[in-house]
């Protein structure tokens, strides 16, 4: 008997680290809060949760029907599900919403119940005549005699950092998130590699494309004046320092400034919109497009098809 209640207790201990190599990762895990969803960034399950609270409280006010009851019930009713959340999309339709808001609820229920992901079909089919609707208005693609000409205005007037981020996410055909996300760590420049590399790279930490495309990317910059500029600007910083020092409200007030200055529109006018944050990317692509006619080689640019592993031996740093 006593044999077995301390067979009993062993077997009852929790589990714990038993080698090197297990206590090293227990120590750096110690504090990281892992979650079973999907969301690829803490920004996205934020916004997500928001929608969520939103259509908790439509439900309960407009059709009294708990959003617990109704998620967690079992068996889970998915064409219920999908026709409340058409309702509540009409709702949002008519009131002038945002698509992304409709979207992302969808999204934010299909995690909440991942059993019912698959059959919300009449609320993606609501989704699908929404954008034939109201069709996606994309940025407009900044051409390099703007790029050159407002980096040439943001110079004049001492704004060194704000041409260094035009000239990083146009030319790496970065998205801006990624680029104000930067610090000089991430940098890879000539200084940094084996004699005779004359190009650099951004080190991108958390691809938008990670989960369908290679986990670790960097985006390219192979124009050497913009090499050298970049070299000028952040070559001897510490390693920590922000590519962007400021927030990214003073980001679109400068560009907006720039874009003034230049008499360029700052609003939509004639169903036209104006030059963004959002028109470096397209822009860069653009112009890789027309100087080499590779689809592929911009394909690859676009998505960071630059592994670290494919250059590592170039490098002197360690990654």
């Given at each position: 008997?006593?044999?077995?209640?301390?067979?009993?207790?062993?077997?009852?201990?929790?589990?714990?680290?038993?080698?090197?190599?297990?206590?090293?990762?227990?120590?750096?895990?110690?504090?990281?809060?892992?979650?079973?969803?999907?969301?690829?960034?803490?920004?996205?399950?934020?916004?997500?949760?928001?929608?969520?609270?939103?259509?908790?409280?439509?439900?309960?006010?407009?059709?009294?029907?708990?959003?617990?009851?109704?998620?967690?019930?079992?068996?889970?009713?998915?064409?219920?599900?999908?026709a409340l959340l058409v309702e509540y999309g009409k709702d949002l339709y008519y009131a002038g919403k945002a698509y992304g808001i409709y979207a992302e609820t969808i999204n934010a229920v299909a995690s909440s119940r991942p059993l019912i992901k698959r059959q919300l079909t009449a609320a993606w089919d609501l989704a699908f005549s929404w954008l034939c609707d109201e069709p996606h208005d994309h940025?407009?693609?900044?051409?390099?005699?703007?790029?050159?000409?407002?980096?040439?205005?943001?110079?004049?007037?001492?704004?060194?950092?704000?041409?260094?981020?035009?000239?990083?996410?146009?030319?790496?055909?970065?998205?801006?998130?990624?680029?104000?996300?930067?610090?000089?760590?991430?940098?890879?420049?000539?200084?940094?590699?084996?004699?005779?590399?004359?190009?650099?790279?951004?080190?991108?930490?958390?691809?938008?494309?990670?989960?369908?495309?290679?986990?670790?990317?960097?985006?390219?910059?192979?124009?050497?004046?913009?090499?050298?500029?970049?070299?000028?600007?952040?070559?001897?910083?510490?390693?920590?320092?922000?590519?962007?020092?400021?927030?990214?409200?003073?980001?679109?007030?400068?560009?907006?400034?720039?874009?003034?200055?230049?008499?360029?529109?700052?609003?939509?006018?004639?169903?036209?919109?104006?030059?963004?944050?959002?028109?470096?990317?397209?822009?860069?692509?653009?112009?890789?497009?027309?100087?080499?006619?590779?689809?592929?080689?911009?394909?690859?640019?676009?998505?960071?098809?630059?592994?670290?592993?494919?250059?590592?031996?170039?490098?002197?740093?360690?990654?």
């Open positions: 008997m006593v044999f077995l209640c301390c067979l009993h207790c062993a077997l009852a201990m929790p589990l714990a680290p038993g080698s090197a190599g297990e206590r090293k990762r227990f120590q750096a895990r110690a504090e990281n809060q892992i979650e079973a969803t999907r969301a690829l960034r803490r920004q996205t399950q934020d916004r997500r949760d928001i929608y969520v609270d939103q259509f908790r409280r439509w439900l309960l006010e407009e059709r009294g029907i708990s959003y617990r009851f109704l998620i967690h019930q079992k068996p889970a009713d998915p064409e219920r599900i999908a940025h407009p693609a900044m051409p390099i005699s703007v790029l050159a000409a407002m980096s040439a205005v943001s110079l004049v007037w001492g704004w060194p950092h704000f041409t260094a981020i035009l000239l990083i996410s146009w030319a790496g055909v970065m998205r801006i998130g990624e680029v104000l996300a930067a610090t000089r760590d991430e940098l890879v420049l000539p200084m940094d590699c084996a004699p005779g590399t004359s190009f650099m790279l951004v080190m991108i930490r958390a691809p938008k494309t990670r989960g369908r495309a290679a986990k670790h990317q960097a985006a390219r910059i192979d124009q050497s004046d913009i090499v050298q500029f970049v070299t000028a600007m952040y070559g001897e910083a510490p390693k920590q320092t922000k590519i962007w020092p400021y927030s990214p409200a003073t980001l679109r007030k400068r560009f907006n400034e720039v874009l003034t200055a230049l008499t360029l529109p700052t609003t939509k006018t004639g169903g036209q919109r104006p030059f963004g944050l959002g028109s470096m990317r397209p822009g860069g692509a653009t112009w890789l497009l027309r100087k080499t006619e590779n689809s592929e080689v911009v394909r690859r640019r676009g998505i960071g098809g630059f592994q670290p592993r494919s250059w590592r031996s170039i490098c002197r740093r360690c990654w």
